[in-house]
């Protein structure tokens, strides 16, 4: 896996995690946030043709 795709993988899981975090504290402002930074990088991971389910799935296993 490349830089390029290994690093938005990463911050994908990570804003993911940090959304049921936020989620779990009945943070309505940060999940919207999250959510919004989710939409951006699954945007930026098809304008690249990067698939970001395969990757995901290996972050979550690793985790």
């Known amino acids: 896996m490349s830089e390029f795709m290994t690093t938005l993988h990463l911050r994908i899981y990570d804003a993911v995690r940090a959304l049921r975090r936020a989620h779990a504290r009945g943070d309505e402002d940060l999940c ?10 699954v945007e930026i991971a098809a304008r690249h043709g990067v698939d970001i389910d395969s990757g995901y799935r290996e972050l979550v296993h690793a985790a």
């Open 32 to 41: 919207l946030v999250q959510a919004g930074e989710i939409e951006d990088l």
